[in-house]
């Protein structure tokens, strides 16, 4: 539940990046909820057709990591008011286990793609004065991440950059804020358990003060708050969603 009435996001448009799975597919209905047209962008194109017909949003498939796709499905879609920059990938193994190949693609598509949606959608954003930017990160990238560090790294990242456009554009009214989940469950995570074992699990759960695995839907809460227009004061924050975890 988001509290949020159905017209609340009345005439807004927002693009999702991997909107049709996890978080990304909570956030998406949570706006669609609200009254917002929600574009949902996946990879694949039945994961997207099949999640923006089950919310009323609009399909569309999209590598993010491909700058020119990007520019393209934003052109498309018309002016973005909101953009969640909702797309990671992770991965599991000593730094030392790690290749060059492997570390290019958890930066292309945790940190760069996060700076080629942003700045597809800048410029309409800047010209109407208006604009709500929402970039999932991880607490990984404040409290580093065992078995994780490049993932960390690129989530770090977003961080500096997310305050740095803050910065850029808070003289046209657009705001930028980051949102770090902790473990939530999502097909990430259940693929991680699955390799690890529960005691992966029971480890995740216990580094929360909560004690628990969250669920998608407390992640797309705070997210529907910073894109809403309660959150017109509000920019350039980090904002953990992770049932204590960074504190």
């Known amino acids: 539940m988001t509290g949020y009435a159905k017209d609340a996001f009345l005439g807004r448009r927002a693009l999702v990046t991997a909107g049709a799975s996890g978080i990304g597919a909570a956030i998406s209905k949570a706006l669609a909820d ?29 590598d993010v990591t491909d700058d020119a796709a990007v520019r393209r499905v934003v052109c498309e879609a018309g002016p973005i008011d909101i953009l969640i920059n909702n797309a990671g990938i992770d ?19 945790n940190l760069m793609a996060v700076l080629s949606c942003t700045q ?45 456009i803050a910065r ?17 469950r999502t097909p990430l995570l259940e693929k991680a358990v699955a390799k690890g074992g529960e005691k992966l699990r029971d480890a995740m ?6 004690g628990r695995i969250g669920e998608p839907e407390e992640v797309a809460a705070p997210v529907l708050m910073l894109a809403s227009e309660a959150a017109s004061f509000i920019t350039g924050e980090v904002l953990g969603v992770s049932g204590g975890m960074g504190c």
């Open 205 to 210: 759960a216990s580094a929360t003060l909560l």
């Open 91 to 109: 991965q599991h193994a000593f730094f030392t286990k790690t290749t060059p190949d492997e570390w290019r693609m958890l930066v292309d598509v």
């Open 34 to 62: 609200a009254g917002c047209e929600v574009i949902v962008s996946a990879r694949g194109a039945e994961d997207a057709e099949r999640w923006a017909k089950e919310i009323g949003g609009i399909a569309a498939t999209l």
């Open 168 to 184: 850029e554009n808070a003289r046209f009214g657009i705001t930028a804020n980051v949102v770090l989940p902790g473990p939530v």
């Open 120 to 164: 597809a959608v800048l410029p309409a954003m800047q010209e109407r004065c208006y604009g709500r930017i929402v970039n999932i990160a991880s607490e990984a990238a404040r409290q580093g991440s065992k078995g994780g560090a490049v993932y960390a790294a690129a989530k770090g990242g977003v961080i500096s950059f997310t305050k740095s």
